[in-house]
């Protein structure tokens, strides 16, 4: 089976005044249709900038978008003009947003934002468009959903809200579902809530799924392969078990590591594998990257080479690919 | 079924009208001036340009309800006929001048770069003029007319609106909505009608509003100096400024009946906005 979302070489910078930011740099992965896979890492990373490249709403100037192709079901996006992009995004490949509370139009009121989106791509009709709207909420399991549609988005909760983003994303059954972080603005309950919808939505229509997040707990419990990525790069791409169970880069080590488990450093006698370890120093900055690996400055394993050569990212177990001089 | 929406239309309207009642009134002041002004003919007891040596400032009575000027002229049915000419230019010049600086200000602030940057000059050199000696020029080099006045009463009231709107569409174009509008594939001139637009109404009706009452003042300002809507047809404006100065001690009734009909459009005007303001946002609503 051919993947529906083919990422290859994408680099993507900003032009500032502080010089040259490369936010995002050759970035590869693939995803096949009723996939998950899950882009993370730290604030910062390039993440939502990866995410943002892949529907082209990087802001131009001052960023650029200046290799690479994303291909969707063998188009290539980057190739394609602002009008024939504007016809794929939403129809072919669509997005949900971080913030809920304000990624709708308070002055509309759902069903018809969401029939909106439906009229632009599928020429459908009002009536036609609102009873999509409706079967779109109904879908996303919002009780009431003809008089949901017919509420503004102030009159629905956070959770609602994000299950009507996912309506309005899946209205025209895109093949590619680009969500940024979907369920960081939740709590908790809400969040499994919506993670199960998006991935019994994924089943029904097929869609691939690119999950961006910084929360390790989501990326088990929803993707089946993971991205890792730091300031710009991907340094590790696994299957989710194996990834979890020996992750060969230090940082996902590190990120694994400063996750707290319940039980966990409850007293004093703690041995010291329970302790909750942390990544010392911080992310560099992306306009003034270290000339070798960029994680080498905070890893306890660095020597010489990895200060001054970027490792290549390379196959260093069967489907288990890192980015280390030292895995 | 549009049996049905009306039905929700009136339902929403006696609503709002119980949630402001202060909105009712402004609007029960405004329907009266716009009837009165619509029906003058009908309306006014006595022809307001029928002069009458005898009762050259006659005090207000039974015939002259509110006296009448210096050539006899019925103060009453004069201000009825006025407020046709008033509310003209006032809703006239309003609706011009906001709608104009509302598309000036929504396409700086959309296409921004050097477009932007040359309208925003623009409309700091004529915000540099006075709203009145901007309106002088334009009529003076037009003509006087009714039509006349309100283009050139309207045209100073563009950069104020312009730049509102600009710096209102400049906040709204960051909002994640806009970018969700995008990732559904919407083009950028749909975005700004449909999402920013709608958005920045709450701002552009207090403006507007408010903009009404410096109309009215205008145009009294352009009559006194000959320059408004030509004689003999009465102007609420012309009215008080060719009365203020000569007769206000002793004929009080000149300058108090036209200074209280525009006080009161003014205020009826600024209690409808604010209400209209509040109804119009559906986060006021529930």
Redesign the interface.
């Known amino acids: 089976m051919a993947p529906v979302l083919e990422v290859s070489g994408l680099s993507t910078v900003f032009h500032t005044r502080r010089g040259l930011v490369r936010a995002v740099q050759d970035v590869s992965f693939s995803v096949n249709a009723g996939e998950t896979l899950a882009i993370v890492g730290e604030s910062g990373c390039g993440k939502t900038i990866t995410a943002l490249s892949l529907?082209r709403?990087i802001p131009q100037p001052p960023g650029e978008i200046v290799s690479g192709s994303v291909k969707v079901d063998g188009t290539d996006l980057l190739k394609l003009s602002e009008?024939e992009m504007?016809?794929?995004?939403?129809?072919k490949i669509?997005?949900i947003?971080q913030?809920p509370m304000?990624?709708?139009?308070?002055?509309?009121t759902v069903g018809k934002q969401i029939a909106?989106?439906v009229m632009?791509?599928d020429g459908a009709s009002k009536q036609v468009a609102r009873d999509r709207a409706v079967e779109m909420l109904h879908h996303v399991r919002i009780p009431e959903p003809a008089r949901r549609a017919r509420e503004?988005p102030?009159?629905m909760s956070g959770g609602m809200r994000q299950r009507a983003?996912i309506a309005?994303?899946l209205a025209c059954k895109p093949k590619v579902l680009v969500a940024d972080e979907p369920t960081t603005a939740l709590d908790v309950t809400i969040q499994a809530q919506i993670l199960d919808l998006i991935g019994d939505l994924q089943k029904e229509f097929g869609t691939a799924v690119v999950l961006i997040t910084h929360d390790l707990g989501v990326v088990a419990e929803v993707a089946q392969r993971v991205v890792v990525m730091y300031a710009g790069r991907k340094v590790e791409e696994a299957a989710v078990g194996d990834l979890f169970a020996h992750p060969l880069h230090p940082y996902p080590r590190g990120l694994l590591g400063s996750i707290p488990r319940v039980g966990s450093a409850r007293g004093l006698d703690v041995s010291p594998d329970e302790r909750l370890r942390e990544i010392t120093g911080m992310v560099p900055a992306l306009n003034d990257l270290p000339p070798g690996c960029a994680f080498a400055p905070r890893c306890s394993l660095a020597d010489a080479k990895c200060h001054a050569q970027v490792p290549p990212f390379e196959l260093k177990q069967p489907d288990h690919f890192a980015a280390c001089w030292q895995a | 079924m549009s049996a049905t929406i009306s039905h929700s239309f009136w339902n929403n309207v006696s609503y709002n009208a119980r949630r402001y009642p202060l909105g009712v009134a402004g609007g029960i002041i405004m329907i009266v001036f716009v009837l009165a002004a619509i029906f003058a003919s009908a309306v006014a007891p006595l022809d307001p340009f029928n002069t009458n040596a005898k009762a050259s400032l006659a005090a207000p009575g039974p015939v002259y309800l509110m006296g009448a000027d210096m050539m006899g002229r019925d103060v009453f049915s004069r201000l009825i006929h006025g407020a046709r000419v008033s509310l003209a230019v006032a809703l006239g010049a309003t609706i011009i001048g906001s709608g104009i600086g509302c598309a000036v200000g929504l396409a700086c602030g959309y296409i921004g770069g050097w477009f932007d940057l040359l309208v925003q000059r623009v409309t700091e050199v004529m915000q540099a003029l006075p709203l009145l000696v901007m309106a002088l020029v334009i009529t003076a080099s037009l003509g006087p007319s009714l039509r006349n006045t309100i283009v050139a009463i309207a045209i100073p009231l563009i950069p104020t609106v312009a730049r509102v709107i600009r710096s209102n569409v400049l906040s709204l174009r960051e909002m994640p909505y806009v970018e969700a509008a995008k990732a559904t594939g919407m083009s950028e001139w749909r975005i700004a009608i449909i999402h920013v637009l709608p958005n920045t109404l709450a701002p552009l009706i207090v403006l507007a509003t408010a903009q009404l009452g410096s109309t009215i003042l205008t145009e009294a300002s352009l009559s006194f100096l000959g320059l408004g809507v030509p004689e003999p047809y009465p102007s609420w404006g012309r009215m008080l400024s060719e009365s203020a100065a000569e007769y206000v001690r002793t004929a009080p009734w000149l300058v108090i009946y036209p200074g209280l009909a525009i006080s009161l459009v003014v205020f009826g005007s600024n209690l409808l906005g604010d209400a209209l303001r509040d109804a119009l946002d559906p986060r006021q609503r529930d």
Do not use: C
């Open positions: 529907m709403l009008p504007r016809k794929m995004r939403g129809s669509a997005m947003f913030e304000t990624a709708l139009n308070p002055l509309m909106e989106m632009l791509h503004y102030h009159q983003m309005m994303a």
